[in-house]
C-alpha cells in the first residue's frame, strides 16, 4: 500500500520561448509558452518537493535579470510574481519551507532548482552524475550559484525508493543525471512524473527528443521517453509532461 496521502502539482512560473527547445528540430520559429512547475507530494512518512522552479530574485533584480537571462544565452527570463514563489504557495496549504522533509531535484537547470535558496533546511536529494556533469559548464542552463553542493545535499547513484509508492526513476538524456517520478497515489491510477525527459505531450507521443540535450545524445533521451511509456503501460500510469501549457490546464482544472 502506498504511503502517499496527497499530490499537489504546483504553476511556479511560465516561460516564454523557442519551441526547438523542447522538440529536437522541430518547431523552430514557433514560440510556446510552458508552465514552471514543482509538484508536492505528502506521505505518512513526510513532505517530498519534486523540483522548486526559478530562483525569483534572479528573476526580480534588474541586475540579476540581465546577467542570468540575457537573450544572448537563448531565453529571456521567465513571468514569475512574488506570489508565485513557492513559499508563499505553501502558505496558502498552511505549511511553509520548514514543513518539506525532502526536496527531489529532477535535474539542476535553473527553472528546477534555482528555488532551492528558500528550502535551506530540506534533504536535497539529486544524482552524483548531474552534479558532476552541471559543473563541466558546457550548458547554459545551469546557474553557477545553484549548482555547488551543500551540507544538506544526498548525492545519489541510480534508482531508488523514497517512500512507499515514491520511486526515482533513472531517465537521463536532457541532462546526464535526469530523474523523472513514479508515484502511487491513495486512489486511482499512478502518476510518472517526466520531469524534462518530455516537455510536451508530442515528445511522448511522436518519442522525440527534447532540443536541448546533455552532449548531443538525443538517442539516449529517446530510450528515456520509450522507458517511461513502457513503465506506464504496465503500471496503468498517466505519464505528465513538464512543460506543457495545455496539459497542465486539464490538470489543473480537475
Avoid at 513571468?79 to 539542476?108: C, T, W, Y
Wanted: hydrophobic residues 40%; contains cysteine.
Amino acid at each position: 500500500m502506498t504511503a502517499v496521502t496527497k499530490f499537489w502539482p504546483i504553476l511556479t512560473a511560465t516561460h516564454r520561448y523557442d519551441k526547438s527547445i523542447s522538440t529536437y528540430k522541430r518547431g523552430a520559429g514557433q514560440m510556446i509558452e510552458a508552465p514552471i512547475l514543482a509538484y508536492l507530494i505528502e506521505t505518512t512518512n513526510g513532505r517530498i518537493l519534486y523540483d522548486v522552479g526559478c530562483d525569483y530574485r534572479k528573476i526580480n533584480d534588474t541586475s540579476q535579470r540581465e546577467k542570468y537571462y540575457n537573450a544572448a544565452l537563448g531565453f529571456g527570463a521567465p513571468q514569475m510574481d512574488e506570489a508565485q514563489r513557492l513559499s508563499n504557495q505553501l502558505a496558502r496549504l498552511g505549511l511553509s519551507p520548514k514543513d518539506i522533509d525532502v526536496v527531489f531535484l529532477g535535474h539542476l537547470h535553473f527553472d528546477h532548482a534555482g528555488g532551492l535558496c528558500d528550502f535551506c533546511g530540506a534533504e536535497v536529494h539529486v544524482q552524483a552524475d548531474e552534479v558532476a556533469h552541471a559543473n563541466s559548464k558546457d550548458d547554459v542552463a545551469y546557474f553557477e550559484d545553484e549548482i555547488v553542493a551543500q551540507a544538506n545535499w544526498r548525492l545519489k547513484q541510480g534508482e531508488y525508493d523514497l517512500a512507499t509508492g515514491v520511486r526515482a526513476i533513472t531517465s537521463p538524456g536532457h541532462t546526464a543525471g535526469h530523474m523523472s517520478l513514479w508515484i502511487e497515489m491513495p486512489t486511482g491510477a499512478p502518476i510518472i512524473l517526466a520531469g524534462d525527459a518530455a516537455d510536451l505531450t508530442e515528445n511522448i507521443v511522436d518519442e522525440v527528443a527534447p532540443g536541448n540535450c546533455w552532449q548531443d545524445k538525443t538517442e539516449l533521451a529517446v530510450e528515456s521517453i520509450r522507458k517511461l511509456k513502457t513503465l506506464a503501460v504496465a503500471e496503468k500510469a498517466t505519464l505528465w509532461p513538464n512543460h506543457d501549457m495545455a496539459f497542465w490546464q486539464r490538470m489543473a482544472a480537475k
